[in-house]
């Protein structure tokens, strides 16, 4: 539902109680399943349940004590959630049906909910229900399996709920319709059924994923010619009005003035005039799942680089994607790298010198243009990641770990900083300091750093001399700073009437800090300094490498854009740090980035012109990627979005 992805949660029971009145579970993490928490459901009768779960991600997560008392038809009559949410804000949530039938959904649901919600759907004839507030859930039998622990076996029902996300949940329930794998789950002492559980669910996901580049992808058997388009020219940042554009096997063949072009005589012919033709838009800064590869075709974006990937533990999706075995970008993967500790991430852990270097000979190995370290890093072990990443032609990226500021893995010959909050950190942070806690003191003081100090200018000034770009995804910074709890705030203002009820509903949730009267103008003063930071950089000449990290791709890009122009960036030359300016600081732009003969038929074909509103790019009628045509309505169609 709506936690952290990549968790397996494992039910410990005892094989002696056929129904035990607790059930107790473990949530791990990784391939190498580390714990990170728990569940403990006390089953005080067979209407009502309390469930204690907690888990740790980052030096985040929530503790929390649900509630949930059913009627005779499973459906929730009350519903109470009270501790800590991830972001460890105060939670004390509650509800009480009234006359509406449904099902509620609360905003911190935990694994247990989404097992209430499948009995529920299990014992409607048709399998389905009304969702409160708003929308409808329905569930699909899938498949049935038998696992065996020694002398032990169980059946276990694989299930798909539709309605809660933009794509369906998948949850495994015992004989007993009890909670068995959620996510990627399996039963403690259960662990041989993990590897039955997982290919099931891969299968699944190869079937669906196979429908739908079967139903939204098309590949022209003949040459397509754009005419009569405004071609953007990447690299001079500037529109060509009447142009045309054919590709062939998967390439741009000719570029030029409609006058000039010759239209080959088989041709699939576009008539693009009122339209914008760009080069396919580069998010440098995502975490993908199903849904956002589908948002990303169709918000534009052709090429996303995924900030957290580990070589020994990878994700089938991303291959998929890169493979257009599934609706998405290419995939540019970064290796992470993290240390032990508070703050520690779901990455490959290292403790000494050899494993830094294994670790990153194994992302290189792996293909991976580029490593990354993370807030536990050790920092002792820095010149030793440098060294390896750099003698194997990695670029090398980062939060700042902790302890450290940004000048010092400057110093240490990094390539790219992630996350504009770290710049200010570099003048605001003292000794070392937990995520959440210096994502505060930002928050609270971003505002009152002199941009135009000697000492702020002299740190820009050597970011420019060392070419080192600054990944500052100003659409996540607005998310945490803007946004307020039971409003839709201005990152997905333009699109929250399009979502189905529930995924707009969790942009109603808050920013994760809490917000008072005198916070509200801290925070909005931070933003603020955010935007005029941008522009300082780009004045000064420092490469920003323009991504989002946020959950709603494609959308989130676009806000991105507008963002930068609105930190006073002009429109044509934030789309050509979008597209050429990405792909130079790839090292791809040889072969990717612009429209010329030769490259790669990537292009983005936009309603409007977005170098003159820039939020005309939102407005996308057809992408391809290497020559594979999308429409980006039939795309939101299938994921419930409106076009």
């Known amino acids: 539902m709506r936690w952290i992805c990549s968790l397996l949660v494992v039910l410990s029971s005892s094989a002696a109680q056929a129904a035990p009145s607790i059930r107790r579970y473990d949530i791990v993490a990784g391939a190498e399943h580390r714990h990170i928490g728990s569940q403990t459901c006390t089953i005080k009768s067979p209407r009502e349940r309390v469930c204690e779960w907690n888990l740790v991600d980052r030096g985040l997560g929530p503790k929390l004590t649900a509630r949930i008392v ?9 519903i109470e959630n009270r501790g800590l949410d991830y972001d460890h ?3 004390d949530e509650r509800w009480s049906r009234g006359r509406e039938p449904g099902f509620f959904v609360s905003e911190q649901a935990g694994p247990e909910e989404e097992a209430v919600l499948a009995r529920a759907l299990l014992r409607r ?12 859930a329905s569930i699909e039998r899938v498949a049935t399996l038998e696992v065996a622990h020694g002398k032990e076996h169980k059946r276990v029902t694989q299930y798909e709920i539709v309605g809660l996300e933009l794509t369906p ?32 669910e891969q299968r699944r996901a190869d079937e669906r994923r196979a429908r739908l580049v079967a139903t939204l992808a098309r590949t022209p058997t003949r040459p397509l010619a754009i005419v009569h388009a405004r071609l953007f020219d990447a690299a001079a940042a500037q529109t060509r009005p009447d142009s045309t554009v054919v590709v062939a096997d998967g390439h741009f063949t000719a570029v030029g003035p409609d006058a000039r072009v010759a239209v080959p005589k088989d041709a699939e012919v576009i008539d693009a005039s009122g339209k914008t033709l760009l080069p396919g838009l580069w998010d440098l800064h995502t975490h993908p799942n199903e849904a956002a590869g589908l948002m990303l075709i169709a918000g534009g974006v052709t090429t996303a680089r995924v900030m957290a990937a580990v070589a020994k533990d990878p994700f089938p999706l991303l291959a998929a994607f890169d493979a257009g075995k599934a609706v998405g970008p290419r995939i540019l993967q970064v290796g992470i790298v993290d240390g032990p500790g508070p703050g520690e991430s779901r990455a490959e852990l290292v403790h000494d010198e050899r494993e830094v270097r294994a670790a990153v000979d194994r992302d290189a ?48 010959g990094f390539d790219e900083l992630q996350h504009a909050y770290f710049v200010f950190l570099n003048f605001l942070q003292e000794g070392e300091m937990m995520p959440i806690a210096r994502f505060r003191v930002f928050a609270d003081h971003a505002g009152e750093v002199d941009l135009t100090s000697p000492a702020v200018r002299s740190f820009v000034a050597t970011l420019a001399q060392r070419h080192v770009d600054i990944d500052l995804t100003l659409v996540s910074g607005e998310q945490w700073m803007m946004a307020r709890k039971g409003t839709v705030g201005p990152t997905y203002g333009r699109v929250a009437d399009r979502l189905p009820v529930q995924v707009r509903r969790m942009l109603m949730s808050g920013n994760g800090l809490p917000v008072d009267s005198g916070s509200d103008a801290r925070y909005r003063a931070a933003f603020a300094a955010t935007l005029k930071l941008a522009r300082l950089l780009h004045d000064a000449g420092v490469p920003i490498a323009v991504g989002t990290d946020e959950a709603l791709s494609g959308f989130s890009f676009h806000r991105e854009l507008e963002l930068l122009v609105q930190a006073g960036i002009a429109p ?27 490259k790669l038929a990537d292009f983005v074909l936009v309603d409007g012109d977005p170098t003159r509103d820039i939020s005309d790019i939102r407005h996308t009628v057809l992408v391809s990627r290497g020559g594979t045509l999308y429409t980006p309505s039939a795309i939101y169609r299938t994921l419930g979005i409106r076009p």
């Not at 004839?125 to 409808?136: A, F, K, M, V």
């Not at 580029?370 to 090398?396: M, T, W």
């Not at 050509?576 to 010329?596: E, F, P, Q, V, Y």
């Open 70 to 78: 059913v009627d005779a038809d499973g459906l929730p009559v009350f």
């Open 125 to 136: 004839p048709d399998g389905r229900l009304p969702l409160l507030p708003g929308g409808e």
């Open 169 to 200: 949940d998948t949850i495994w329930l015992d004989e007993n319709n009890e909670l068995f794998c959620v996510g990627m789950t399996i039963l403690a002492g259960w662990e041989d059924a993990g590897a039955a559980l997982s290919a099931a």
């Open 572 to 598: 044509a030359e934030a789309l050509r740090m979008a597209t050429l300016g990405n792909a130079h600081i790839m090292k791809r732009d040889r072969d990717l980035g612009s429209i010329a003969p030769g």
């Open 365 to 412: 190995d792996a293909g991976f243009p580029q490593v990354k370290v993370y807030n536990s890093f050790p920092p002792a072990l820095l010149p030793a990641f440098v060294d390896e990443a750099h003698r194997r032609g990695l670029r090398i990226s980062g939060h700042v770990p902790n302890g450290l500021k940004a000048a010092d893995l400057v110093r240490a």
């Open 89 to 91: 804000n105060a939670v």
